[in-house]
């Protein structure tokens, strides 16, 4: 596998984080959202791969403990989209997928980064920050990315549920640098702006 160069495609990367079988298998396995972000993370990848030149796409797959969901090497830990032969796949076992993974050596500092997958509340969240903090400009779309309901054990416990914690991701993450779209811009996100 070639290792990012100098070119405008280098620059841009589109990472998929943790979309995975597990978590996007229906409720209450996967998340509330599964059906949704599955088509609509299928429509941002068939973006960036028509896209002419297409970003650098890498797909990050979560490592889960045994009995996870994700545990390695079974049903739940497997890519739902198959990468192409040129897309580098990088196992993580942290949050901050920058963190422990050869990620850093295949994302230049300076490239825009589009980031989508699972879950907001960790994996997104983490290396969304991660990112920032290598300088990298960084772009979320909402629609394209999710987590499960929260069960809340404090102040009275009660559930906060997924599109909530989700709402509050991409303000705590805005406020920090991120730049959300929609699913409605996909058109152009890969595209010459």
Not at 3 to 27: E, F, M, N, W
Request: aromatic content about 4%; proline content about 8%; some cysteine.
């Amino acid at each position: 596998m070639p290792a990012p160069d100098d070119s405008d495609a280098a620059r841009r990367v589109l990472l998929c984080l943790d979309i995975q079988a597990g978590v996007l298998s229906k409720p209450p396995r996967g998340v509330p959202s599964a059906g949704v972000l599955r088509r609509n993370l299928g429509q941002v990848l068939a973006a960036a791969r028509a896209a002419s030149p297409p970003p650098l796409i890498i797909h990050v797959r979560n490592t889960g403990e045994f009995g996870d969901v994700d545990a390695p090497h079974t049903p739940g830990w497997q890519l739902v989209h198959t990468p192409l032969p040129h897309e580098p796949v990088v196992d993580k076992r942290k949050n901050n997928a920058f963190a422990g993974s050869k990620l850093g050596e295949l994302i230049p500092p300076d490239a825009e980064i589009v980031i989508v997958g699972l879950q907001s509340d960790f994996s997104v969240r983490a290396t969304c920050s991660a990112a920032l903090g290598r300088g990298n400009e960084v772009l979320l779309i909402h629609g394209a990315h999710g987590t499960y309901d929260r069960i809340e054990v404090l102040y009275g416990g009660g559930v906060t549920s997924a599109a909530q914690i989700e709402n509050d991701i991409e303000g705590e993450l805005q406020e920090a640098g991120v730049h959300l779209l929609d699913m409605k811009d996909l058109n152009a996100i890969f595209h010459d702006r």
